[in-house]
């Protein structure tokens, strides 16, 4: 297969390709996503071959405004709503009840005409889409042309990120064709990711709610609209044997580049000297840190993630740094951290996944 190649003025095209079970790279305002349509479970099967997905890990549900959480989710509770209004467009994704079918639409399903596109469970969404489970993620992404193309699917899209299973995701559609060149049908580039970590995921179907993935929207705005959330035990620990997160994904090494991280928290300037003392003098080892730093490791293959106290901007170069670890081949990463504090909750998950938790305190 070719995987073409769109741009901005071609939304009506990838439109057409979504409607008729194709797969597309969509820029979000996060990482790049792989869409299909979300109501066409031949189309979603097609993601987890293109990916190397396991099976059981569920897929989001990316809409163009809030009014169609109505189709697809129930007992939605006062807060979706209220973070709807706060947060989307947006990076941020709810877990919510799945709409199950009414007794009248499953007569009409079963008197209708019936083709491979054709699911019969309980739940509007197909079971492929929430791996069996009963409820759903439901995002609303900010960047313009991907809610275009979903407007003019008609069709909620579902889109994990754009990366080969297991890789870093991609935050230009230049990373994504490395992935995924001859797998799909076509890549719409966006420029580059404005946020560039995927977005935070919070399930509202239990009491409080639950904070299952840090991301784009900051742990401390979402608690100035919900007040009190929990924080489920994946987001900052290595689940021990047998333990299961909430957000099945979360129990896979994901954001992983071919080198072993050594991931190095603390103070910068600390951290900087701890990796000047314990760096091999080969250049088999490589530098992910702070733009302050840059001159300190001559010699070492070497990625700035933006200042050391500019979270952000390290959350926008996280995963390119890490892809540019790829391509230097290093056998070796010492990657500096921020603080856990805003986006940097995300980052430091990250590197703490893309680690194996294999962290070191200065
Ligand atoms: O920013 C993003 O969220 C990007 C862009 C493309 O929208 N998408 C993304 O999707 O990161 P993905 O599939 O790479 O990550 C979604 C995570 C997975 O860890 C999955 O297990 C979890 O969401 N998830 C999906 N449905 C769920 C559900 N019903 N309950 C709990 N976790 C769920
Ligand atoms: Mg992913």
Redesign the pocket.
């Known amino acids: 297969m070719k995987t073409e190649l769109l741009g901005p003025l071609d939304t009506g095209r990838a439109a057409q390709i979504l409607q008729r079970g194709g797969l597309v790279g969509l820029p979000?305002e996060?990482?790049y996503?792989l869409g299909a349509d979300g109501l066409n479970p031949l189309a979603v099967q097609g993601i987890f071959q293109a990916k190397g997905r396991p099976q059981d890990?569920?897929?989001?549900l990316?809409i163009p405004d809030p009014t169609w959480l109505e189709r697809y989710c129930e007992e939605i509770p006062l807060e979706a709503w209220q973070l709807a209004r706060r947060f989307w467009p947006g990076?941020l994704?709810m877990?919510l009840k799945c709409r199950r079918r009414t007794p009248e639409e499953l007569e009409e399903l079963k008197q209708g005409p019936v083709c491979s596109m054709t699911h019969f469970g309980p739940h509007i969404i197909p079971d492929v889409v929430?791996a069996g489970?009963d409820?759903?993620?439901m995002?609303c992404?900010a960047h313009p042309l991907t809610r275009a193309i979903i407007q003019e699917a008609g069709v909620p899209i579902a889109?994990?990120?754009g990366n080969t299973s297991g890789r870093p995701s991609p935050t230009t559609a230049q990373h994504m064709l490395e992935d995924m060149d001859g797998k799909i049908d076509a890549i719409v580039d966006g420029g580059p990711c404005q946020v560039g970590v995927?977005?935070t995921?919070v399930?509202l179907t239990c009491n409080p709610p639950r904070l299952?993935?840090p991301?784009g929207v900051p742990m401390e705005e979402l608690h100035s609209v919900l007040g009190g959330m929990a924080i489920d035990p994946a987001v900052t620990h290595q689940l021990g044997e047998g333990e299961q997160p909430?957000?099945?994904?979360?129990k896979y090494r994901p954001y992983a580049p071919k080198a072993p991280v050594t991931v190095i928290k603390g103070d910068p300037v600390r951290g900087a000297i701890y990796i000047r003392d314990h760096i091999s003098d080969t250049h088999w080892d490589g530098v992910i840190c702070f733009d302050e730093f840059a001159n300190w490791f001559p010699g070492h293959p070497l990625e700035c993630l933006g200042a050391a106290r500019d979270s952000w901007e390290q959350a926008r170069k996280l995963f390119a740094a890490l892809r540019g670890m790829d391509e230097a081949g290093v056998k070796h990463i010492w990657a500096q951290c921020p603080d856990s504090s805003g986006i940097g909750l995300a980052v430091t998950n990250r590197l703490n996944k893309a680690s194996g938790f294999h962290i070191v305190e200065v």
Do not use: F, K, Q, Y
């Open positions: 979000t996060t990482v996503g890990n569920p897929l989001i990316h990076p994704t877990i929430t489970l409820t759903v993620g995002r992404p889109a994990p990120s995927e977005s995921i399930d299952l993935r991301g909430r957000a099945p994904g979360m």
